[in-house]
């Protein structure tokens, strides 16, 4: 029997550590706080309709890019059929003007041309950075701490060629650089694609994986997907333990000398291990589980200084109706500016409707949701624990918003409508403990940039990270990317050759 290895989480993050731990001969036991694996790659149904509150894509849906080869070590992907948008999203403006955002480059360019010509430097430079982006594959089945002196030499020598534009693209946000734009309308859809404060290279970079076709929507949703990935897991013989959350990381020693040997849960149960793993909320692990024991000054900049991803509603609605002549994701102008709460105003709102699959709704009828985003997520969470009757009110309060936009742009809402739902931030927080109600961790911002954060502590042995707060930019990639590197690092320590091929 291999080494004892507990993994606290059961999100995207925690399960792929234990898939290549467990094939790599550990013995591994994930301890998971809600009742079902994936974290917030997860849905939820109500009155037969299926609520997809996670992926938009899977970077990675197609052999085309390297991440692919990745999620195919852990879920065998030939049998996970993915739809590949031919556009991202519509942006309106008030007098009926859109612009849409092709997946592939060259209808893009001419899409933007067509409706801001008066941008044309601005457009040619966008795209053209995309294009010199596009012929980069990121190397990320590479552990930076295994290569060798050579080997990052070589490394550094492919990225060499862009190089230049990856850094040039992360000091500016999608909001600065929108503002460069004459045209309104293209301005607003630059900052409207993702978070306006994210740097633009991540739109670079999600762009390129659009054009590659390699950034669909796994068939069966967020919830499904994470379940193939539990399933895999469990087949290699691993174990998850649902309901249980973890309180405390225990210790012996202290720093610098310190040794992690195993979990306390918020029963008082204890349960020992070799090494301890979290893939569960970063700031939880280090300010409540490790009891700010080991916050070094890395840690500290991050928590004190740098911006996650902002939390979120999320309104569904269930419609008895098809929408086959609509965008799959539609950004509209309101009437008048909208409080989402008392620091949040909102002058746009997003629609995402589920025309493109089968699965999340019966025959004829479509899920349509919204995503509105917030950094208040004290006010949901103090709303829902002081004054729960105000709660609900709220979020009547912006269902009623929802629909009534949506009967405005769309029509036949109200009359069709069998099916709402509201999550807000404590919502995400109550079921994933994510700090903030953050979406995605920490926000690829000029600020954050490319750095890397650590998955070990300085004076604490046997003890390691992995997910979203130690991969800046998120993502379900990100998650995959820095479990697997982690399985990588702790067989490096151990001596042993790491085996990433499906085994089991
Ligand atoms: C609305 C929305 C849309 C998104 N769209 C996309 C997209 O299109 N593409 C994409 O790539 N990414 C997307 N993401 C981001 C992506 O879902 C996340 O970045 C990724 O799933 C994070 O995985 P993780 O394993 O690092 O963390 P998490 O999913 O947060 O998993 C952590 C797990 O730890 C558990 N946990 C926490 N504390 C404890 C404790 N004390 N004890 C026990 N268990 C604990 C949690 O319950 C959770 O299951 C989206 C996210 C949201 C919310």
Redesign the pocket.
């Known amino acids: 029997m291999g080494k004892k290895v507990i993994i606290?989480?059961?999100?995207?993050?925690?399960l792929t550590t234990g898939i290549h731990l467990q094939r790599n001969g550990y013995d591994t036991e994930i301890?998971?706080?809600?009742t079902l694996p994936g974290?917030?790659?997860t849905a939820w149904q109500r009155k037969g309709y299926t609520i997809d509150?996670?992926?938009?894509?899977?970077?990675g849906s197609s052999p085309r890019d390297n991440f692919y080869h990745l999620w195919d070590e852990l879920i065998d992907m030939k049998n996970l059929p993915c739809y590949e948008f031919d556009h991202y999203i519509v942006v309106e403006d008030a007098s009926g003007r859109s612009i849409t955002v092709y997946t592939d480059l060259d209808k893009l360019e001419k899409e933007f041309l067509e409706k801001a010509y008066e941008d044309e430097k601005i457009i040619r430079e966008f795209i053209g950075a995309a294009r010199k982006l596009s012929r980069f594959m990121l190397p990320n089945d590479v552990l930076p701490e295994a290569m060798s002196f050579v080997e990052g030499i070589h490394l550094l020598w492919s990225a060499l060629p862009y190089l230049p534009t990856a850094l040039k693209y992360v000091r500016i946000t999608s909001k600065d650089f929108a503002a460069r734009c004459k045209n309104k309308l293209l301005r607003k859809t630059l900052e409207m694609m993702f978070v306006p404060d994210m740097s633009v290279v991540f739109l670079l970079f999600t762009l390129v994986w659009f054009h590659r076709k390699s950034a669909g929507y796994p068939l069966g949703g967020s919830l499904s997907f994470s379940q193939k990935i539990e399933k895999s897991y469990l087949t290699c013989g691993g174990k998850i333990n649902y309901r249980?959350?973890?309180a405390k990381i225990l210790t012996r020693g202290s720093f610098p000398n310190a040794l992690a040997t195993g979990i306390q849960l918020s029963t008082g149960a204890t349960h020992n291990a070799d090494i301890v793993i979290s893939?569960?909320?970063g700031h939880?692990t280090l300010f409540e589980?490790l009891d700010k024991k080991f916050l070094d000054k890395n840690f500290q900049k991050y928590y004190s200084q740098y911006n996650p991803f902002p939390s979120?509603l999320?309104v569904s609605l269930g419609i008895k109706k098809t929408f086959e002549n609509y965008p799959h994701l539609i950004c509209i102008p309101l009437e008048r500016t909208f409080m989402v709460d008392p620091e949040t105003s909102m002058d746009y709102l997003n629609y995402r409707i589920f025309n493109f699959v089968n699965t999340l709704a019966p025959k004829g009828k479509t899920v349509i949701s919204s995503?509105l985003t917030t950094y208040n997520y004290q006010y949901w969470q103090s709303l829902r624990k002081d004054n729960p009757a105000q709660y609900r009110n709220e979020k009547k309060r912006i269902l009623d918003f929802v629909i009534d936009a949506a009967e405005k742009r769309f029509g036949g809402i109200r009359k069709n409508l069998e099916m709402t739902d509201v999550s807000t931030p404590a919502t995400v927080i109550r079921?994933?403990?994510?700090w903030r109600g953050s979406?995605?961790?920490w926000l690829l911002d000029p600020a954050v940039g490319f750095s890397q954060m650590k998955k070990e502590i300085k004076g604490l042995k046997n003890f390691y990270m992995a997910?979203?707060w130690v991969q800046p930019g998120?993502?379900?990639?990100?998650?995959l990317v820095s479990g697997r590197q982690l399985a990588q690092l702790i067989c490096l320590r151990d001596e042993k050759k790491f085996v990433g091929a499906r085994s089991c």
């Open positions: 606290i989480g059961a999100g995207i993050a925690g301890f998971e706080m809600h974290g917030l790659c509150a996670c992926l938009h894509w899977l970077v249980c959350r973890v893939a569960a909320d939880s589980m979120f999320h995503l079921y994933t403990n994510n979406l995605e961790g997910g979203q998120g993502g379900v990639p990100g998650a």
